[in-house]
């Protein structure tokens, strides 16, 4: 196994000095999937976007396949592999599905249009219509097509299911999972249903109020989602991160 994607005590954020996600350590390997949980606000986005280069890190170091990303630097990022699909999607809502794939693709890239209709039939039936006018599900469809046309190296996906009802989702979901296996993409995926991304992920990690209050097997926390509830709370206990009992009142 290669690991693919390390970050080493990063600490995030958009003011040096108050990081709103702190001291995060990952390890990813290739081909894997990654479910980053937490509560709103919690510092997700912010990492996602210091994982991109668009936020500078506060602190820490970011690796891929090894080799440091210069901090900050999108451009950096796309070199290496890193394609982040925002939370907003940001399509070319004007353009059509083929114009916003076209023009994500790299030359030599063995990615074609007929893989992206491979993994998502609906694109293919719609190619020729604007993208403004698809459903919110093919919208996603084609925000994750178009970050498929980089050849990434690390998916970033921010809330694949903003907006879109969980029987959307979950025909989605096994998608992220077929890409990282097919193409060897080490995947992270930011999502609010957790029982789907557990079902897809590998390993899962938990950020409570920027701090990391749970990581571990994504199979054996499903087993027992009430580690995870504990850990949006964010209570941290004493052995360094797990979180503690809950209240009924706080609940
Ligand atoms: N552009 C910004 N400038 C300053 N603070 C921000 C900005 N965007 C988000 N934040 C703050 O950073 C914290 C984490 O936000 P975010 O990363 O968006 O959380 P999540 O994605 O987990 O919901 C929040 O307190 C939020 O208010
Ligand atoms: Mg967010």
């Known amino acids: 196994m290669t690991t693919a994607l390390t970050c080493t005590a990063v600490d995030a954020g958009y003011h040096a000095g108050h990081p709103v996600a702190r001291q995060v350590d990952l390890s990813l390997e290739a081909g894997s999937v990654l479910a980053l949980l937490g509560p709103n606000g919690a510092g997700k986005t912010t990492l996602m976007l210091t994982l991109a280069g668009l936020l500078c890190p506060l602190g820490g170091r970011v690796e891929v396949d090894g080799r440091e990303l210069r901090p900050g630097s999108p451009r950096a990022a796309v070199r290496a592999g890193v394609v982040l699909v925002p939370d907003d999607r940001a399509l070319f809502k004007e353009l059509t599905v083929v114009e916003n794939l076209r023009l994500a693709s790299r030359r030599g890239s063995p990615t074609t249009l007929d893989t992206i209709f491979g993994y998502f039939p609906e694109l293919g039936r719609r190619a020729k219509v604007g993208a403004g006018s698809l459903s919110g599900g093919e919208q996603q469809m ?19 299911s903003m907006g879109l009802a969980p029987v959307i989702v979950e025909s989605l979901l096994p998608v992220i999972r077929r890409v990282a296996h097919d193409t060897g993409a080490a995947c992270v995926l930011v999502e609010q249903h957790v029982s789907l991304a557990l079902r897809v992920a590998d390993t899962a990690l938990v950020l409570s109020h920027g701090d990391v209050a749970l990581r571990g097997d994504a199979r054996e926390l499903a087993a027992d989602e009430s580690r995870i509830e504990e850990a949006y709370l964010g209570r941290r206990s004493d052995d360094g991160g797990l979180s503690v009992a809950v209240t009924t009142a706080s609940r």
Do not use: C, T, Y
């Open 142 to 160: 084609l925000a994750i097509g178009r970050a498929l046309m980089q050849d990434p190296r690390v998916l970033l996906v921010d809330e694949l």
